[in-house]
């Protein structure tokens, strides 16, 4: 990530077992320490990444990958960065009145410049096919080509788009900044605004994202969970120490959030039924090493497990406006009423 290089072992292929060992024997260290003898994790931390979540079907067969892959991606990436900054016809030109003027272009987005250093082909380790496990029979779904409904119902679980325009509710999470499309929990890197900072102290660690700079206190005091009927948002989190490893387990979330969101416009499950493990631990002075498990027999046939190495930030966060709720949603809503008093047909 940021361009930086890492050495890594030239290995091309290897089995879901080698791959775990790899990743583990590339970040065990000794963390530095607070006065009560904890690692310290605290910083802001950048989890930026060209490596997708899930291991494209075209590298099916492909855990690691080489050299040569890794250098085409990253240039891939520059040259698209570079083309952002060029002047086109569409930014020096007056925007067309009236149709669709699309989503941002690649100048709004930070994806990142670097894969992650062990070259693996999916943020995904477990199963080890680098997938998200197929759905059970049954589990709600919404977006994407395997939804169970072409026209979703309320709530909406996924993050951006929606299914209609009638009111706030008919959009996704995200686009009412409500909770961020890269949040979570847990924490999926895309897009922009990738940066979470982690406070510590002797009872309580505090994770705070940039994205719609939601903070989820998080107690290390053996506190039980909330009651079953006390569903949040971002869930119930209770945290402690294996080692030098910080587990956190969150239960408790609501059922108008998705159990997991494989896209930004896909949802599959709700919060009810999902657990949720994350675990946070120092991989070198500049890294800290990100896991998580989704855990939800509901929804998905088989738990899933994935690692994303991060940065130590060089900036402080940043104040984030989430303009979606400052105007956009009011224009998309007033938009879609002048459509009905002209008689247009809405999508």
């Not at 570079?82 to 009236?98: F, K, M, N």
Request: a negative charge.
């Amino acid at each position: 990530m940021h361009g930086r290089r890492f050495t890594v072992a030239p290995v091309l292929f290897v089995s879901s077992v080698c791959l775990s060992a790899l990743v583990g024997a590339q970040t065990r260290v000794a963390p530095p320490r607070l006065p009560d003898g904890k690692p310290d994790l605290q910083g802001v931390w950048d989890f930026r990444t060209l490596t997708p979540l899930e291991r494209p079907v075209e590298r099916v067969d492909q855990v690691v990958l080489t050299a040569e892959e890794v250098a085409e991606i990253e240039a891939s990436a520059v040259e698209r960065a570079i083309e952002a900054d060029r002047p086109s016809e569409i930014r020096t030109q007056p925007l067309p009145v009236g149709g669709n003027v699309a989503s941002y272009n690649d100048f709004w987005f930070d994806r990142g410049a670097g894969v992650v250093d062990d070259r693996r082909t999916a943020l995904i380790v477990d199963p080890p096919d680098g997938r998200v496990p197929t759905a059970q029979p049954g589990a709600k779904r919404q977006g994407g080509s395997d939804a169970d409904d072409v026209r979703p119902e309320r709530p909406v679980r996924f993050r951006v788009g929606g299914i209609g325009s009638d009111g706030p509710e008919d959009r996704g999470l995200a686009e009412r900044c409500l909770v961020g499309f890269n949040t979570g929990p847990p924490i999926v890197p895309f897009g922009y605004n990738q940066n979470m900072q982690l406070f510590q102290t002797r009872d309580h660690v505090v994770i705070y994202n940039e994205m719609v700079h939601d903070a989820r206190i998080v107690p290390l005091d053996g506190r039980v969970h909330l009651p079953e009927g006390i569903r949040q948002l971002m869930g119930d989190s209770r945290g402690h120490w294996d080692g030098d490893t910080l587990v956190v387990e969150t239960t408790n979330f609501t059922d108008k959030t998705a159990s997991f969101n494989p896209t930004l416009g896909s949802a599959v499950g709700t919060g009810a039924t999902l657990h949720l493990t994350e675990r946070f631990r120092r991989g070198a002075d500049d890294t800290l090493i990100y896991e998580f498990t989704v855990r939800d027999s509901s929804s998905f046939t088989l738990p899933f497990s994935a690692v994303i190495p991060m940065r130590r930030g060089a900036a402080p966060l940043f104040e984030y406006a989430c303009h979606e709720g400052n105007y956009g949603m009011r224009n998309l809503l007033s938009g879609a009423r002048a459509e009905e008093r002209a008689g247009a047909s809405l999508p």
